[in-house]
């Protein structure tokens, strides 16, 4: 799974916040953070919750999910 953010100021603070919470992440590119999906993670609510929090936290910090 990858996350594409359009201001790349932002890629190693989404990594370190989602790896707070339990979520190993790896900036891949100055815009990009790569997550391993987890077998129970079939829908991604957990994510999409943490993406809220992240959501509000930096509101302007446009960030993309795309599933491979």
Do not use: C, H, K
């Not at 989404?14 to 790896?19: K, V």
Request: negative net charge; aromatic residues 10%; charged residues 30%.
């Amino acid at each position: 799974m990858q996350l594409f953010l359009r201001d790349p100021t932002y890629t190693d603070r989404l990594a370190a916040f989602l790896t707070s919470v339990g979520r190993p992440a790896i900036v891949g590119a100055p815009d990009r953070v790569d997550l391993e999906e987890n077998a129970e993670d079939a829908n991604n609510l957990e994510l999409e919750l943490y993406l809220r929090v992240w959501r509000v936290l930096y509101p302007d910090a446009d960030v993309e999910l795309v599933e491979y």
